[in-house]
């Protein structure tokens, strides 16, 4: 009980000094109790430096209420976890030492928090003692925010490039082992690098935030079918399906490689061959899983190569490479019968 009248004794003596300062300072407390950066006063002749004023704003940043702020340690004000270091600059700040002024991590009334700047003052009396601090805080929670998303931007775009010239290092060196032929080398690295090429665009167009599959089925197979009148020869069912953005870029490859072969001897390389591409979502024990069928019919007799081609390695190692997927590949009589079946982190997207 003689500690409590002893703390409430010491409040109350604390806040007659800051009505005292008030008095002798006049327009400038009046002016630190409106204005938008939030200030404090503390006493310093306490080696906690407890709170013995507050302005509104810094209850405004804080979330605290002016009575729970009163006589509460600076220190209280710290989140936990603050590192020694930043506990010595604090120090030495409210001592007069400080090089800079300190940015701390400080902790809210919800438990959430900011971000600020520490500009510590020294108010003294008329003997020139150092009777208490004036604090003010610039908070820096928003820019700390945005610096940390322009980071994480920066770290996805560096990751992004790495896969993409990963996948282009891929095709090049499929494309020199599979021919000696400069202009064959040539079609297939340009030919797949255009492919790539699309579905940046269409992730480009959605803020790399993934792409439904029926748009990358479009935009894959555009150059196989409206431009040489083919459009009508596909058929594509299955509900509209968001992709992320790595099965984005691994799947146009992938389609870019079955209309390349069908075109050069498959269901286009006639007049009246057909494509059709089927899928849906399953939901097995390992998770949402994505199954498509590629099935060509009405082209040319298909009979199942003595050795695999760039193609197929393309097809087969890059799904299962990149998205730890499986290819089926059947040479049925009436057609090319390709069976994918990949992870599928997204859900279908609303009608």
Not at 116 to 135: K, M, T
Not at 206 to 235: M, T, Y
């Amino acid at each position: 009980m003689a500690d409590y009248e002893n703390t409430q004794a010491d409040q109350q003596a604390a806040e007659a000094e800051v009505a005292k300062f008030r008095d002798q300072l006049g327009p400038f407390v009046v002016a630190a109790e409106k204005t938008r950066m939030a200030m404090i006063f503390t006493n310093a002749k306490e080696v906690a430096n407890p709170i013995v004023f507050a302005n509104d704003s810094f209850l405004k940043l804080t979330g605290f209420g002016r009575e729970e702020v009163l006589g509460a340690s600076f220190d209280s004000l710290i989140a936990r976890g603050c590192d020694a270091d930043a506990m010595a600059e604090i120090a030495a700040a409210f001592a007069g030492r400080a090089d800079s002024e300190p940015e701390i991590c400080y902790r809210r009334k919800d438990g959430t928090d900011f971000w600020a700047s520490l500009f510590i003052s020294p108010v003294c009396d008329e003997a020139g003692e150092v009777v208490q601090h004036f604090v003010s805080f610039v908070d820096h929670t928003q820019q700390r925010a945005k610096q940390a998303h322009c980071e994480m931007l920066i770290d996805e775009l560096n990751h992004r490039v790495k896969n993409t010239l990963s996948t282009v290092q891929s095709i090049a060196r499929q494309a020199l082992r599979a021919s000696a032929d400069p202009d064959t080398i040539r079609e297939s690295i340009e030919s797949r690098i255009f492919a790539l090429s699309s579905s940046h665009d269409l992730l480009t167009h959605e803020n790399w935030e993934g792409a439904g599959l029926r748009e990358l089925l479009q935009a894959a197979l555009k150059p196989f079918g409206v431009a040489n009148g083919r459009a009508e020869r596909f058929r594509i069912e299955g509900p509209d399906i968001r992709l992320a953005p790595k099965a984005t870029l691994a799947l146009g490859i992938v389609f870019h490689e079955l209309a390349t072969n069908a075109v050069k001897y498959g269901a286009f390389s006639n007049d009246v061959g057909t494509i059709q591409i089927a899928w849906n979502s399953e939901t097995r024990l390992d998770g949402e899983r994505l199954v498509l069928t590629w099935l060509e019919q009405d082209g040319p007799l298909v009979a199942a190569p003595a050795r695999k081609g760039f193609g197929s390695q393309v097809i087969e190692r890059g799904l299962a490479h990149e998205l730890e997927g499986a290819v089926r590949l059947d040479y049925l009589p009436q057609g090319v019968r390709c069976t994918i079946d990949v992870p599928l982190p997204r859900r279908p997207i609303d009608a």
